[in-house]
């Protein structure tokens, strides 16, 4: 299934009709796009081919440079196959979408134009500047993708199917740091580590575990806490009182 038919002159787009390919192939598929020098194999009849691939389609990006209305002889050649393809998708009744080449392309006038195509100057066209080109091919590829049903689905520049406010995180195996960033609201269930080596946080005020402070002992916070290293034999027993209390620890 072909959704997008892209229209070139060779010498006046062929460049700019590759870039398009290449966006648009990479975001809903190398299938969905038609490209004459791409799309048609070696051996193959290629008007058969081109025509078929055109009425697969469901639109057309005709891609103008600063020089196609100077190929007047041609554009009136109905045996022409830049005009054979545009006006085909006309007859088709396929969606038409001049993409001007550069700054130096202006808009297409019906004087520009025999008669058969002068309806092109009535079409929206779209600016394409060869100074910024990712953002004139996002633009391109949205475009399409509101144009044609079902390219949207396919489309691998949509980042997730999850609402825009959700987030979800996979962490695996980690050795050393793990770190979410801002914050959080709401409860947090359970959390287990196993075999860590780097540090661990987890609630109010600072913990610091196999790493030193800047006076080079260790740095806990908060109310009360268990601390030893080392190897020990027998049992540790520890009680918390009053903030400001102190009792010795039984050992």
Known sequence: ????????????????????????SRRFGSARIFRASKSIAPGQAYPDELLSGLRRSAVLLAVIGPDWTNFQARLRDPEDWVRKEITEAFACELPVVPVLDGRKTDRLTKADLPDE??????????????????????????????????????????????????????????????????????????????????????????????????????????????YFEGDHHGDIRHRFGEPGAHEDDDR
């Open 1 to 24: 299934m072909t959704d997008v038919f892209i229209n070139y002159r060779t010498g006046d787009g062929e460049k700019t009709a590759a870039l398009i390919d290449q966006e648009l």
């Open 117 to 226: 195509l002068a309806w092109l100057a009535e079409i929206q066209s779209i600016p394409f500047s060869t100074q910024d080109t990712e953002t004139g091919l996002k633009r391109l590829g949205d475009v399409v993708a509101d144009m044609v049903p079902g390219l949207r689905d396919l489309d691998r520049d949509i980042a997730s199917p999850f609402a825009p406010d959700s987030v979800t995180n996979s962490i695996g195996d980690v050795s050393g740091a793990a770190v979410q960033s801002h914050d959080f609201t709401g409860d947090v269930g359970s959390i287990v580590v196993k075999g860590s080596t780097g540090p661990v946080h987890t609630g109010q005020g600072d913990i610091y575990q196999n790493s030193r402070n800047e006076s080079g002992g260790r740095h806990f916070s908060g109310n009360g806490m268990t």
